[in-house]
């Protein structure tokens, strides 16, 4: 039986800011997940304050939406078996510091909120977010 899924990344300021876009992209290509789609773009504040409605009661909802939009980002859909939980292993815990030895966050992130990339959390999250970006 095949999972095969999409799911959203995003490589965000920091790293793009850091030349990492192709050194993150190596790690979903040698984990078998292709690259179906790619752009690279710079949203404003009320794109990124769409982007991250799910999180707008949070207390750093507004410094969420600032920082996705304080730079370029490279926005990717992925897709493999089981994606959505394969990137979301790839990427590590959302705070660099309690990441797994070589994920992307521990690799990259340089903070809780600088963590180098997003990954959607549920199948139902990855089409809403990979039709925000990439819808026709």
Not at 11 to 31: G, H, Q, S
Not at 61 to 78: A, H, Q, R, W
Not at 97 to 114: H, M, Q, V
Request: glycine share 4%.
């Amino acid at each position: 039986m095949s999972n095969l899924e999409q799911t959203l990344s995003i490589v965000k300021p920091d790293a793009v800011e850091r030349n990492l876009t192709e050194d993150i992209k190596k790690i979903f290509i040698n984990n078998d997940l292709k690259i179906v789609n790619s752009k690279k773009i710079h949203i404003s504040k009320e794109e990124a304050a769409d982007f991250y409605k799910v999180h707008q009661a949070k207390p750093f909802y507004d410094e969420l939406c600032t920082y996705l939009s304080s730079g370029p980002i490279f926005v990717m859909i992925l897709e493999g078996e089981g994606a959505i939980a394969l990137n979301r292993k790839l990427m590590g815990a959302t705070n660099p510091k309690d990441a797994e030895p070589n994920t992307i966050r521990k690799l990259y992130g340089i903070s809780i909120d600088k963590n180098s990339v997003h990954g959607s959390d549920s199948a139902e999250n990855a089409k809403i977010e990979i039709d925000l970006f990439f819808k026709n």
